[in-house]
Structures are given as C-alpha cells and as structure tokens.
T-cell receptor
Framework: GQSLEQPSEVTAVEGAIVQINCTYQ??????LSWYQQHDGGAPTFLSY????GLEETGRFSSFLSRSDSYGYLLLQELQMKDSASYFC??????????FGTGTRLQVFP | DTAVSQTPKYLVTQMGNDKSIKCEQN?????MYWYKQDSKKFLKIMFS???????INETVPNRFSPKSPDKAHLNLHINSLELGDSAVYFC??????????????FGPGTRLTVL
C-alpha cells in the first residue's frame, strides 16, 4: 500500500517563504505530484517530480529525494491568495493517484 | 470551456434515499475517476474507469454503483444513503500515464449532505 504524510497546518506572513513537507511509504514509486485546493474548490495540479531534485515553476518549487522518501513544496513571496490546502500525491500501479493527508496553509498580512 | 463538469453542485437528501451524480469531461481523456473528500479533507479514490471499463474499485460499499455510458461520462449512483456518505465527491480525468505526469483534472465537486 501507500501512505503520504504531511503536516496538518502551516502559517506564514505575506512575502515570506514556506516549505510544506511530504514523507511517503510505498511499495512502488514513480514520482510525486502537488495539488492546491482553495476552500470550496477543486484540487488543481501544481507540479510533478519524476526525478530527484528541484523543479521550479514561478513562485512555486517542488523537490524530491527518493533515497529519503521525501519531498517538499516551496512557496516563495507568499500572497494572501496562496492560503489554501496543499496535497502531495503519488501514482500507485500507474493507474491511480494516492493523496497525502493535506496541509492547510494560512497566510497572514 | 474544456473541463470536467459534474452536477449537481449541492445535494441534500434524507437517509435511505437514492441519488445520482453526473460527470462529463470534454478533454478527450481515456481515464475517469471518482474521489471522495471527507470532512477532514482526506481525498480517497473510489473508482477508476478506462475507456468505459472498470479498473479500480477501492472496496467501496456496493451501495455505490458507477456507470460509464461512454468514455466522456462517468456517473455515480448511490443507494440507501447513510449519514456517513456525507462528503464532497469529485469526478476527475487523466490522459497520460500517471507515472509520467501525475496529472489529474478534477471537476468542481458535489457536496452531498445526508440528513
């Protein structure tokens, strides 16, 4: 089976940098995705790391270390609109995406 | 707009009733899913269909019956609703192998409340 663990909540102020961690246990691993979900909304795709290392997309970066079974999402220059829940997710048997426990990010002015 | 759409957005019903949620995607994707998100925001896969064929049934009670009339539609029928069925149900779709891109497109969700 698979499990992906995240901190339940992270808080930060506007303009700051925040890191959301994800540790996983899996019998087979292909890569790690990140999704953002605003209250009342649907999860939307942010990034996918198939290989170790850092992937940068604008203010958001995602990192993966397979040897440590660990990844993180880095959000820079935080804005109020970044307040949302963030989920890591991993494909299992290539045909389903298993989601992490989710991290609620609150950004304060 | 190209997207995954589902109806209704809200569903309030009594215990014991039967209800359906409809989903359509016009992205041309081969694979569609139903996910359930509970009050603690855990997102759990329920079903997966590929080209109208059931691929995954995640030990969901058989009161839940998905139906895919074609690869663009995946509906969810729920019989004898229970209080514990209250949740947000998301339809989703994907095209590329999840191992390649880890990319799934979600519909707006249906908030089901069972009274």
């Amino acid at each position: 089976g698979q499990s992906l663990e995240q901190p339940s909540e992270v808080t930060a102020v506007e303009g700051a940098i925040v890191q959301i961690n994800c540790t996983y246990q899996t019998s087979g691993f292909y890569g790690l995705s990140w999704y953002q979900q605003h209250d009342g909304g649907a999860p939307t795709f942010l990034s996918y790391n198939a290989l170790d290392g850092l992937e940068e997309t604008g203010r958001f970066s995602s990192f993966l270390s397979r040897s440590d079974s660990y990844g993180y999402l880095l959000l820079q220059e935080l804005q109020m609109k970044d307040s949302a829940s963030y989920f890591c997710a991993a494909p299992y048997n290539t045909d389903k995406l298993i989601f992490g426990t989710g991290t609620r990010l609150q950004v304060f002015p | 707009d190209t997207a995954v759409s589902q109806t209704p957005k809200y569903l309030v019903t009594q215990m014991g009733n039967d209800k359906s949620i409809k989903c359509e995607q016009n992205l041309g994707h081969d694979t569609m899913y139903w996910y359930k998100q509970d009050s603690k925001k855990f997102l759990k896969i329920m079903f997966s269909y590929n080209n109208k064929e059931l691929i995954i049934n995640e030990t969901v009670p058989n009161r839940f019956s998905p139906k895919s009339p074609d690869k663009a539609h995946l509906n969810l029928h729920i019989n004898s609703l229970e209080l514990g069925d209250s949740a947000v149900y998301f339809c989703a779709s994907s095209q590329d192998s999840l191992a390649v891109r880890g990319l799934v497109f979600f519909g707006p969700g249906t908030r089901l409340t069972v009274l």
